[in-house]
């Protein structure tokens, strides 16, 4: 099987659009397809036209504007291929693989006292959930505490990449920036219903609990991606505009 066969996706169709932006298909100042409309040209699913686009954004040839498209902003040069690092939906689905099994593990092993600190992290991960600039480090320690509880070296290091692969993958903290943007930020809730599994000690709702809070994850960085996302941002800051003047009125 050639190495083209095993491409992902969205590498393919990068490198297709990258081809076609060089080919003067679209000139820059120009804007791309709608994400639909690429989507059903090139018999992809949405996700995949993101990660294309993403790749491509990372290496400055096009630009997303927010409620406006994609447009081109340079020329790629001479027999220049795309370079692609790990994008953020490979990057949340290893997570879920691995984060849920370190859960399961560490319903087994973990002490009162850990249990406790997981719990104050909790808390300060709503803290940070208030901050318009807010930083999600209550929430990398959450996950970091559950990992050094499992009492193995080997699956904090492997736990401790992943989370540097958020910050140092130009694509996954470009999408991750987005969600942000979009005011999508940590389910309290879902860390909740991960700790109550662990204080039961229950492995598999440990990892089952875990598995469902990055898959909100996933879900969560689709819908940053989308329109809607920027229409319930506007919407939520009206309504706070609105009840601010009723208070005030």
């Not at 090139?42 to 927010?66: F, H, M, N």
């Not at 996950?143 to 993958?169: F, G, P």
């Amino acid at each position: 099987m050639n190495a083209k066969t095993n491409d992902r996706l969205y590498q393919d169709l990068a490198q297709k659009l990258l081809g076609e932006i060089a080919a003067g298909v679209w000139p820059v100042g120009s804007r791309l397809p709608a994400e639909r409309d690429l989507a059903q040209t090139y018999a992809v699913s949405r996700p995949t036209v993101r990660e294309a686009i993403i790749a491509l954004e990372v290496q400055g040839l096009v630009e997303v504007r927010i409620g406006a498209g994609t447009y081109v902003m340079s020329l790629p040069g001479e027999a220049q291929v795309a370079h692609f690092n790990i994008s953020a939906f490979e990057l949340t689905e290893a997570r879920l693989l691995f984060e849920g099994e370190a859960a399961a593990l560490a319903a087994t092993q973990i002490t009162e006292e850990e249990l406790d600190e997981i719990e104050r992290l909790i808390g300060e991960i709503a803290k940070e959930n208030l901050e318009v600039a807010g930083t999600v480090k209550a929430d990398e320690a959450f996950h970091l505490a559950i990992a050094r509880a499992t009492r193995n070296k080997a699956v904090v290091e492997a736990v401790e990449r992943l989370w540097d692969l958020r910050y140092n993958s130009p694509e996954a903290a470009l999408l991750h920036e987005k969600a942000r943007t979009a005011n999508v930020k940590p389910v309290v809730d879902e860390h909740t219903a991960v700790l109550k599994a662990l204080r039961a000690r229950d492995p598999a709702a440990a990892r089952s609990a875990m598995r469902a809070h990055l898959g909100s994850v996933l879900e969560s960085l689709l819908f940053a991606t989308e329109e809607r996302a920027v229409a319930a941002a506007r919407e939520a800051v009206e309504a706070k505009r609105a009840r601010y003047r009723r208070a005030t009125s």
